[in-house]
């Protein structure tokens, strides 16, 4: 009995000590701030999907037209839609999704004034706030049909339990759904 109380004290400081190291450095830095205090502000260098070679970890998801990047985990679907449609339905979604847009390259995130447009946004887990970063590409393939080459990785860590992949397979659904309802309103000519 005496073995499972020493026990039982031990998971409790172990997982007491974190969970307040935690709390007060949220207080100090905020809640977004934590983990770049701890480790860094990572890799956040632009993606260049031409060149793009994903790391050997399991933290990351990647999304593309066969011709565009290299190991990618999935392929990219075709929506009936130009890509100026398609760039305001990610905007739209990074909204909601409470996504903070990143500057472009230009300093202005404005994808018209950019050699290769891309979307930047950085994304936090709910609880503890960890961030992953997501780039997006729409690509025009005529006047009414787009693609997209999507990245989504963690900042920090080795695994993310399927976080990015499931955030992208969830993003795609989304958008498969509304630019469908906006091309059917087009050739509806509504």
Not at 27 to 53: C, H, K, M
Not at 58 to 80: M, Q, T
Not at 96 to 114: C, F, H, T, V, Y
Not at 171 to 184: D, I
Request: glycine residues 8%; hydrophobic residues 45%.
């Amino acid at each position: 009995m005496k073995a499972v109380r020493i026990l039982l004290r031990v998971l409790l400081v172990v997982l007491l000590v974190p969970l307040l190291a935690y709390a007060g450095l949220a207080l100090a830095v905020g809640r977004d701030g934590v983990w770049e205090t701890l480790f860094g502000p990572g890799d956040r260098r632009p993606v260049a999907f031409e060149t793009l070679i994903p790391p050997d970890r399991p933290n990351h998801h990647l999304v593309c037209p066969p011709d565009l990047c290299r190991e990618a985990a999935g392929e990219s679907p075709v929506f009936p839609v130009a890509v100026e449609a398609q760039v305001a339905a990610w905007k739209r979604l990074l909204e909601r999704e409470g996504a903070r847009r990143l500057a472009g390259r230009d300093g202005q995130n404005d994808m018209a004034k950019i050699d290769v447009p891309q979307i930047d946004a950085e994304v936090r887990t709910p609880w503890l706030r960890f961030p992953d970063l997501v780039t997006i590409r729409p690509i025009a393939l005529g006047p009414d049909r787009s693609t997209v080459a999507l990245y989504s990785r963690s900042l920090y860590g080795h695994s993310d339990l399927g976080t990015n992949a499931a955030r992208l397979r969830a993003w795609l659904g989304a958008m498969e759904a509304e630019l469908g309802r906006v091309a059917t309103a087009a050739a509806e000519g509504g």
